[in-house]
């Protein structure tokens, strides 16, 4: 996924604080309100089954 890769989640791993994992903890931020707006302009595009399941969360919250 182009959103979310590897080396940008374990670039947050170090926790807050350190420089390196604020700025990929904003890119992450930042790449999630990118990606819904991708999925809310493909949605009307899919089938019914496909659009409930990309409005289903999978992770608790």
């Given at each position: ?28 931020e930042q ?17 019914d089954g ?12």
């Amino acid at each position: 996924m182009r959103y979310f890769t590897q080396q940008l989640f374990d670039a947050m791993q170090t926790g807050p604080g350190d420089p390196n994992a604020d700025r990929a903890i904003a890119l992450w931020e930042q790449n999630v309100t990118e990606y819904r707006s991708a999925l809310d302009e493909l949605k009307p595009r899919l089938q019914d089954g496909f659009a409930r399941l990309a409005d289903t969360t999978l992770h608790a919250v």
